[in-house]
Protein backbone atom coordinates (compact mmCIF):
# COMPACT_ATOMS: atom_id res chain seq x y z
CA UNK A 1 0.00 0.00 0.00
CA UNK A 2 1.38 3.39 -0.97
CA UNK A 3 1.77 5.88 1.30
CA UNK A 4 -0.67 8.09 -0.41
CA UNK A 5 -3.71 5.28 -0.21
CA UNK A 6 -2.36 5.26 3.19
CA UNK A 7 -3.18 8.56 4.00
CA UNK A 8 -6.52 8.27 2.25
CA UNK A 9 -7.30 5.51 3.80
CA UNK A 10 -6.91 7.08 7.70
CA UNK A 11 -8.77 10.04 6.48
CA UNK A 12 -12.39 7.89 5.55
CA UNK A 13 -11.72 5.84 9.02
CA UNK A 14 -11.43 9.15 10.64
CA UNK A 15 -14.37 10.62 8.66
CA UNK A 16 -16.56 6.92 9.81
CA UNK A 17 -15.44 7.15 13.61
CA UNK A 18 -16.81 10.78 13.62
CA UNK A 19 -20.13 9.95 12.00
CA UNK A 20 -20.04 6.78 14.10
CA UNK A 21 -19.38 4.35 11.55
CA UNK A 22 -16.21 3.36 12.22
CA UNK A 23 -16.78 -0.36 14.03
CA UNK A 24 -19.04 -1.08 11.12
CA UNK A 25 -15.67 -0.09 8.58
CA UNK A 26 -13.23 -1.79 11.23
CA UNK A 27 -15.67 -5.18 11.48
CA UNK A 28 -17.00 -5.22 8.11
CA UNK A 29 -16.71 -9.29 8.74
CA UNK A 30 -19.15 -9.36 12.25
CA UNK A 31 -21.55 -6.92 9.77
CA UNK A 32 -21.88 -9.74 6.74
CA UNK A 33 -23.87 -11.79 9.45
CA UNK A 34 -26.67 -9.14 9.22
CA UNK A 35 -28.04 -8.33 5.87
CA UNK A 36 -30.11 -5.29 7.21
CA UNK A 37 -27.12 -3.56 8.82
CA UNK A 38 -26.71 -1.57 5.54
CA UNK A 39 -30.36 -0.16 6.18
CA UNK A 40 -29.75 0.91 9.95
CA UNK A 41 -26.78 3.30 8.59
CA UNK A 42 -28.92 6.19 7.47
CA UNK A 43 -30.36 6.75 11.08
CA UNK A 44 -26.96 6.14 12.57
CA UNK A 45 -25.49 8.78 10.44
CA UNK A 46 -28.62 11.02 10.96
CA UNK A 47 -28.36 11.16 14.77
CA UNK A 48 -24.34 11.27 14.60
CA UNK A 49 -24.35 14.39 12.18
CA UNK A 50 -26.86 16.07 14.75
CA UNK A 51 -24.56 15.69 17.71
CA UNK A 52 -22.18 17.12 15.49
CA UNK A 53 -23.87 20.01 14.60
CA UNK A 54 -24.72 20.78 18.49
CA UNK A 55 -21.50 19.31 19.88
CA UNK A 56 -19.47 22.82 18.93
CA UNK A 57 -22.32 24.50 21.24
CA UNK A 58 -22.31 21.50 23.59
CA UNK A 59 -18.83 21.86 24.36
CA UNK A 60 -18.73 25.83 25.16
CA UNK A 61 -21.59 25.85 27.04
CA UNK A 62 -22.70 22.50 29.35
CA UNK A 63 -26.78 21.75 29.71
CA UNK A 64 -28.27 23.85 32.31
CA UNK A 65 -28.14 23.66 35.80
CA UNK A 66 -31.25 26.00 36.82
CA UNK A 67 -30.66 25.38 40.73
CA UNK A 68 -26.40 25.07 40.55
CA UNK A 69 -24.90 27.87 42.85
CA UNK A 70 -21.64 27.03 41.22
CA UNK A 71 -19.70 29.82 39.48
CA UNK A 72 -20.51 29.84 35.49
CA UNK A 73 -18.10 28.22 33.17
CA UNK A 74 -15.47 30.49 31.75
CA UNK A 75 -16.80 33.22 28.75
CA UNK A 76 -17.95 31.37 25.65
CA UNK A 77 -18.66 32.81 22.79
CA UNK A 78 -22.51 32.14 21.62
CA UNK A 79 -22.03 32.52 18.08
CA UNK A 80 -21.96 28.88 17.06
CA UNK A 81 -25.72 28.25 19.19
CA UNK A 82 -27.26 30.62 16.52
CA UNK A 83 -27.07 27.65 14.47
CA UNK A 84 -27.78 24.86 17.11
CA UNK A 85 -31.69 24.86 17.06
CA UNK A 86 -32.09 23.84 14.11
CA UNK A 87 -35.47 22.87 13.78
CA UNK A 88 -38.09 20.21 15.58
CA UNK A 89 -38.30 18.16 11.97
CA UNK A 90 -35.22 15.72 12.27
CA UNK A 91 -34.69 15.16 15.85
CA UNK A 92 -38.39 15.57 17.32
CA UNK A 93 -41.36 14.07 15.88
CA UNK A 94 -44.40 16.60 14.41
CA UNK A 95 -47.91 16.61 15.41
CA UNK A 96 -49.93 16.90 12.24
CA UNK A 97 -52.26 19.57 12.51
CA UNK A 98 -51.45 20.66 16.39
CA UNK A 99 -53.53 23.55 17.19
CA UNK A 100 -53.17 25.51 20.98
CA UNK A 101 -56.80 23.65 22.15
CA UNK A 102 -55.24 20.44 21.14
CA UNK A 103 -52.05 20.73 22.77
CA UNK A 104 -53.95 22.38 26.42
CA UNK A 105 -56.20 18.92 25.57
CA UNK A 106 -53.05 17.18 25.81
CA UNK A 107 -52.01 18.88 29.00
CA UNK A 108 -55.25 17.80 30.34
CA UNK A 109 -55.42 17.86 34.04
CA UNK A 110 -51.59 16.85 34.22
CA UNK A 111 -49.72 14.87 36.64
CA UNK A 112 -46.59 14.38 34.86
CA UNK A 113 -44.17 16.21 37.26
CA UNK A 114 -44.59 17.06 41.14
CA UNK A 115 -45.31 20.84 40.13
CA UNK A 116 -48.79 19.23 39.74
CA UNK A 117 -49.04 19.11 43.97
CA UNK A 118 -49.67 22.62 44.75
CA UNK A 119 -50.66 24.07 41.82
CA UNK A 120 -54.39 26.24 41.84
CA UNK A 121 -54.40 26.30 37.81
CA UNK A 122 -52.97 25.20 34.77
CA UNK A 123 -50.95 28.51 33.29
CA UNK A 124 -51.74 27.30 29.67
CA UNK A 125 -50.89 30.82 28.05
CA UNK A 126 -52.95 33.73 26.58
CA UNK A 127 -52.90 36.28 23.47
CA UNK A 128 -53.21 36.15 20.03
CA UNK A 129 -52.43 32.62 18.78
CA UNK A 130 -51.11 34.32 15.47
CA UNK A 131 -48.72 36.41 17.02
CA UNK A 132 -45.99 38.20 15.92
CA UNK A 133 -43.96 38.18 19.20
CA UNK A 134 -44.31 35.35 21.83
CA UNK A 135 -42.93 36.54 25.17
CA UNK A 136 -41.87 33.92 27.18
CA UNK A 137 -41.55 33.34 31.18
CA UNK A 138 -39.93 30.91 33.60
CA UNK A 139 -43.75 29.71 35.13
CA UNK A 140 -46.50 31.08 36.95
CA UNK A 141 -46.59 33.23 40.43
CA UNK A 142 -48.95 33.34 42.98
CA UNK A 143 -51.36 35.86 41.10
CA UNK A 144 -50.88 33.58 37.87
CA UNK A 145 -51.71 29.97 39.53
CA UNK A 146 -55.07 32.05 41.16
CA UNK A 147 -56.39 33.30 38.09
CA UNK A 148 -55.15 30.78 35.04
CA UNK A 149 -53.24 33.57 33.51
CA UNK A 150 -49.99 34.43 32.77
CA UNK A 151 -48.23 37.32 33.92
CA UNK A 152 -50.57 39.13 35.93
CA UNK A 153 -49.31 40.34 39.13
CA UNK A 154 -47.11 43.35 39.36
CA UNK A 155 -44.79 42.18 37.14
CA UNK A 156 -47.29 41.05 34.76
CA UNK A 157 -48.58 44.68 35.01
CA UNK A 158 -45.01 45.98 34.26
CA UNK A 159 -44.74 43.62 30.76
CA UNK A 160 -48.60 44.64 29.88
CA UNK A 161 -46.56 48.46 30.38
CA UNK A 162 -43.82 47.30 27.96
CA UNK A 163 -46.18 45.80 25.51
CA UNK A 164 -48.09 49.04 25.33
CA UNK A 165 -44.86 50.66 25.17
CA UNK A 166 -43.46 49.03 22.14
CA UNK A 167 -47.22 50.53 20.19
CA UNK A 168 -48.78 47.25 20.65
CA UNK A 169 -51.40 45.51 22.88
CA UNK A 170 -51.28 42.63 25.13
CA UNK A 171 -53.97 40.72 23.32
CA UNK A 172 -51.59 41.22 20.19
CA UNK A 173 -48.88 39.34 21.81
CA UNK A 174 -48.83 35.70 23.07
CA UNK A 175 -47.91 35.07 26.53
CA UNK A 176 -46.85 31.74 28.03
CA UNK A 177 -44.05 29.82 30.50
CA UNK A 178 -41.49 27.25 30.39
CA UNK A 179 -43.40 25.23 33.15
CA UNK A 180 -47.23 25.88 33.44
CA UNK A 181 -47.55 25.46 37.04
CA UNK A 182 -46.47 27.37 40.03
CA UNK A 183 -43.42 26.25 41.35
CA UNK A 184 -43.62 26.66 45.32
CA UNK A 185 -42.00 29.78 46.63
CA UNK A 186 -41.67 30.84 43.52
CA UNK A 187 -38.30 29.17 43.51
CA UNK A 188 -36.94 28.43 39.61
CA UNK A 189 -38.92 25.41 38.01
CA UNK A 190 -36.29 22.40 38.59
CA UNK A 191 -34.54 20.47 35.59
CA UNK A 192 -36.80 17.39 35.84
CA UNK A 193 -39.47 19.88 35.62
CA UNK A 194 -38.39 21.91 32.70
CA UNK A 195 -37.70 18.48 30.95
CA UNK A 196 -40.87 17.22 31.40
CA UNK A 197 -43.16 20.29 30.69
CA UNK A 198 -40.91 22.09 28.25
CA UNK A 199 -42.38 19.77 24.90
CA UNK A 200 -45.90 21.55 25.42
CA UNK A 201 -43.95 25.30 25.64
CA UNK A 202 -42.21 23.70 22.11
CA UNK A 203 -45.43 22.77 20.45
CA UNK A 204 -46.91 25.99 21.67
CA UNK A 205 -43.93 27.79 19.89
CA UNK A 206 -43.96 25.31 16.51
CA UNK A 207 -47.96 26.24 16.30
CA UNK A 208 -47.87 29.74 16.51
CA UNK A 209 -44.62 29.93 14.28
CA UNK A 210 -43.99 33.96 15.62
CA UNK A 211 -41.33 36.14 14.15
CA UNK A 212 -39.69 37.19 17.30
CA UNK A 213 -39.80 34.83 20.86
CA UNK A 214 -38.81 36.95 24.28
CA UNK A 215 -37.58 35.17 26.53
CA UNK A 216 -37.80 37.13 29.88
CA UNK A 217 -35.50 35.90 31.89
CA UNK A 218 -32.79 33.52 32.11
CA UNK A 219 -35.56 30.20 32.60
CA UNK A 220 -36.71 30.83 29.41
CA UNK A 221 -33.84 31.84 27.41
CA UNK A 222 -31.76 28.92 28.99
CA UNK A 223 -34.38 26.38 28.26
CA UNK A 224 -34.85 27.56 24.52
CA UNK A 225 -31.37 28.21 23.61
CA UNK A 226 -29.58 25.17 25.55
CA UNK A 227 -27.34 26.40 27.51
CA UNK A 228 -26.09 27.28 31.41
CA UNK A 229 -24.73 30.41 30.66
CA UNK A 230 -25.83 33.31 32.94
CA UNK A 231 -28.36 35.63 30.58
CA UNK A 232 -26.19 38.65 31.32
CA UNK A 233 -23.88 36.74 28.66
CA UNK A 234 -26.26 36.84 25.98
CA UNK A 235 -28.69 38.95 26.68
CA UNK A 236 -29.67 41.74 23.66
CA UNK A 237 -28.38 39.24 21.11
CA UNK A 238 -30.27 37.59 18.42
CA UNK A 239 -30.49 33.86 17.70
CA UNK A 240 -32.46 31.73 15.42
CA UNK A 241 -34.73 29.28 17.50
CA UNK A 242 -36.41 26.93 14.84
CA UNK A 243 -36.71 29.87 11.78
CA UNK A 244 -38.28 32.55 14.77
CA UNK A 245 -35.46 35.01 15.97
CA UNK A 246 -34.99 34.75 19.71
CA UNK A 247 -33.75 37.60 21.78
CA UNK A 248 -33.47 37.09 25.71
CA UNK A 249 -33.57 40.42 28.13
CA UNK A 250 -34.62 40.35 31.79
CA UNK A 251 -37.58 39.54 33.42
CA UNK A 252 -39.98 42.17 34.71
CA UNK A 253 -39.84 41.11 38.09
CA UNK A 254 -36.04 41.83 38.19
CA UNK A 255 -36.74 44.90 36.99
CA UNK A 256 -39.23 45.44 39.87
CA UNK A 257 -36.13 44.69 41.90
CA UNK A 258 -33.89 46.58 39.97
CA UNK A 259 -34.88 49.64 38.13
CA UNK A 260 -32.53 50.99 36.55
CA UNK A 261 -31.81 47.78 34.35
CA UNK A 262 -35.58 49.03 32.90
CA UNK A 263 -33.50 51.51 29.91
CA UNK A 264 -31.25 48.12 29.54
CA UNK A 265 -34.59 46.05 28.72
CA UNK A 266 -36.09 49.21 26.88
CA UNK A 267 -32.76 48.51 24.21
CA UNK A 268 -33.70 44.96 23.44
CA UNK A 269 -37.37 45.88 23.31
CA UNK A 270 -36.05 48.39 20.42
CA UNK A 271 -34.09 45.46 18.84
CA UNK A 272 -37.66 43.71 18.65
CA UNK A 273 -39.33 46.83 17.45
CA UNK A 274 -37.11 46.81 14.84
CA UNK A 275 -37.09 43.64 13.27
CA UNK A 276 -41.58 43.71 13.75
CA UNK A 277 -41.25 47.40 12.39
CA UNK A 278 -43.18 48.60 15.28
CA UNK A 279 -43.06 52.47 16.33
CA UNK A 280 -43.32 53.64 19.80
CA UNK A 281 -46.37 54.61 21.80
CA UNK A 282 -45.68 58.68 21.93
CA UNK A 283 -45.89 59.99 25.16
CA UNK A 284 -48.60 62.05 26.19
FE1 LIG B 1 -47.78 18.98 33.91
FE2 LIG B 1 -46.26 21.02 33.20
FE3 LIG B 1 -47.80 21.21 35.33
FE4 LIG B 1 -45.66 19.64 35.39
S1 LIG B 1 -45.66 21.88 35.18
S2 LIG B 1 -47.71 19.11 36.16
S3 LIG B 1 -45.62 18.87 33.29
S4 LIG B 1 -48.48 21.01 33.21
Not at 10 to 17: H, P, Q, S, V
Not at 174 to 197: G, Q
Request: with cysteine; hydrophobic share 35%; charged share 25%.
Amino acid sequence: MTENTRAGLEGWLRYADELGLGPYYRDRAASKSFPSAPAAAPTISVAATASAASAQFSAAAPRRSPQSSAPEAAPAKLTPLIQAPSGPSLFEERIENDSLERIRADIGDCTRCKLHKARTNIVFGVGNPKAELVFIGEGPGHDEDIQGEPFVGRAGKLLTQMIEAMGLKRSDVYICNVVKCRPPENRLPEKDEISTCSPFLSRQLAVIRPKVICCLGACSAQTLLETNQGISRFRGEWFDYRGSKLIATYHPAYLLRNPPAKSEVWKDLQKVMSVLGLQPKPRR
